[in-house]
């Protein structure tokens, strides 16, 4: 087994029994980003050198000590880029480190890269980036997903033991579907956002992508906890995730929602997801259907919300105190305009305009108010299942990966295909999606990885990843 595809729990035992030096393991990935970052563009800027002084500093007695860890481009790491993949902060260095960042340092992580996504977190292929394309490790023709695709991407393609992402809308969970790796969006306000660039405050959450249940698990143990700079941060214990992930599922019951298995999935998609669910009956859950009618209001919901709330974080790029500033303005109001003009790219412009609109006197009732009413509908539904299930099993995506360009001119295509990820983030509930099989697009090319979502009550990320872990040892 190479170095680089084994698990995080494999890789310590060898660092504790100084089989395998920091050093050694830095260099190991360092060597596989300059030979595989080319072809598939997962990270936008990595330093090799300040990685090798991190590792000489690391205690390996800790429990994520000398593991690197990849992060994506909007969680702050002192002292490196963090861009958000635009040109409004291509020159941009964090000034200190984020809540997540922190807490791995803690455990004894090192922070490795930068890793690649949407531009400020707006998409979900990844080919809104200003700063590179990412492409899919399994067929380098087809996009990552997004926005988190540089982690995934880089977890898939052997690139990174594991990553940190960030989920608005399903940013963690798609792509990780789309490359055939585990993702995990937490309920909200159990991982800081302290350091997170904003896109929607209400709906942003930092979480893990790794090759398995048991890394995402052990990555989780040392993420979550209070952090009195959030002021969403949860006055939550902690929690050992990798307790009961030999617990297996007899005796759960499964809810299988009918508006989530609709008409347009694809047919290789639902036989792969239908297949697991199958799988999860035989080691002894119980399926049972439960409804979540306002499931077809969920997508239209998020496009009001989430650029309402990007129209009011993303103000703050104005060029004054930080970030690009145009050269070509002649007076203040030039100056805004130009900026933003330069700086932001077009996807990143169009839910500005939609987010201003929304909040524009005269449409505030009739939009943003009216979503939020849709938000505390979806909510509610959820709430109502959970009285008669333990979890909700979905696929996490209608689709395999797409060819890029292929929904590029279309906007409201690709918003659509977050239509199973997103009610999760309305409802702020914990979410993880892991691999469940393969689909042949055309006889010839690469199998493509499909994921199965899994959406749990509020702080119960434990039993998904117990769901998780019985499901990957079923279908190894």
């Not at 940013?171 to 350091?195: D, E, F, H, N």
Request: aromatic content about 6%; charged content about 20%; glycine content about 10%.
């Amino acid at each position: 087994m190479s170095l680089l595809t084994q698990s995080l729990s494999q890789l310590q035992l060898q660092l504790r029994n100084r089989q395998l030096s920091p050093q050694e393991l830095v260099h190991a990935l360092c060597d596989a980003i300059e030979a595989g970052n080319e072809a598939i563009g997962a990270y936008l800027s990595w330093d090799r050198e300040d990685a090798l002084r991190q590792a000489a500093a690391a205690d390996v007695n800790l429990p994520l000590g000398g593991l690197p860890i990849g992060i994506k481009d909007n969680i702050q790491v002192l002292g490196q880029p963090c861009t958000c993949a635009s040109r409004m902060l291509e020159h941009y260095r964090a000034p200190y480190d984020a809540g997540a960042t922190t807490r791995l340092r803690e455990a004894g992580a090192i922070a490795l890269g930068r890793l690649n996504m949407d531009e400020f977190a707006m998409g979900s292929s990844t080919e809104n980036s200003a700063l590179g394309q990412t492409r899919n490790p399994r067929d380098l023709r087809r996009i990552p997903g997004g926005s988190s695709g540089g982690s995934a991407a880089a977890v898939a393609g052997s690139l990174a033991l594991a990553a940190l992402g960030s989920d608005t809308g399903g940013s963690i969970r798609q792509p990780a579907a789309l490359c055939g790796c585990v993702g995990l969006k937490p309920t909200y306000g159990r991982i800081s956002r302290y350091g997170l660039v904003a896109f929607a405050s209400s709906l942003d959450q930092i979480g893990p992508l790794t090759r398995t249940t048991a890394d995402c698990a052990l990555l989780l143990n040392h993420l979550c906890g209070h952090d009195p700079r959030d002021s969403t941060s949860l006055e939550a214990s902690s929690e050992d995730f990798t307790r009961h992930l030999n617990t297996g599922v007899r005796g759960l019951r499964i809810g299988m929602p009918a508006e989530y298995f609709i008409d347009g999935i694809h047919p290789g998609v639902r036989q792969a997801v239908d297949r697991a669910i199958a799988k999860l009956s035989e080691l002894g859950a119980e399926i049972v259907p439960v409804r979540l009618p306002h499931t077809e209001v969920a997508v239209s919901t998020y496009y009001i919300i989430a650029p309402a709330e990007a129209s009011a974080n993303l103000a703050r790029f104005d060029g004054v105190r930080f970030g690009h500033r145009s050269a070509r303005a002649q007076d203040l109001m030039e100056h805004y305009q130009f900026t933003r003009q330069e700086g932001f790219g077009d996807e990143v412009k169009r839910r500005i305009l939609l987010g201003t609109y929304v909040l524009s006197s005269g449409y505030y009732d009739a939009y943003y108010l009216k979503a939020q009413r849709a938000r505390s509908l979806i909510r509610q539904d959820f709430q109502q299942a959970f009285e008669k299930v333990d979890c909700i099993v979905s696929p996490t995506t209608p689709q395999p990966a797409h060819l890029l360009g292929a929904l590029k001119d279309d906007p409201l295509a690709a918003y659509l295909e977050d239509i199973f990820t997103i009610p999760a983030n309305l409802a702020g509930l914990p979410a993880l999606s892991l691999p469940c099989g393969e689909v042949i697009p055309q006889p010839g090319e690469p199998a493509l990885p499909v994921g199965l979502q899994l959406i749990g009550k509020p702080m119960d990320e434990a039993r998904l990843l117990q769901i998780s872990a019985a499901l990957e040892q079923a279908l190894a």
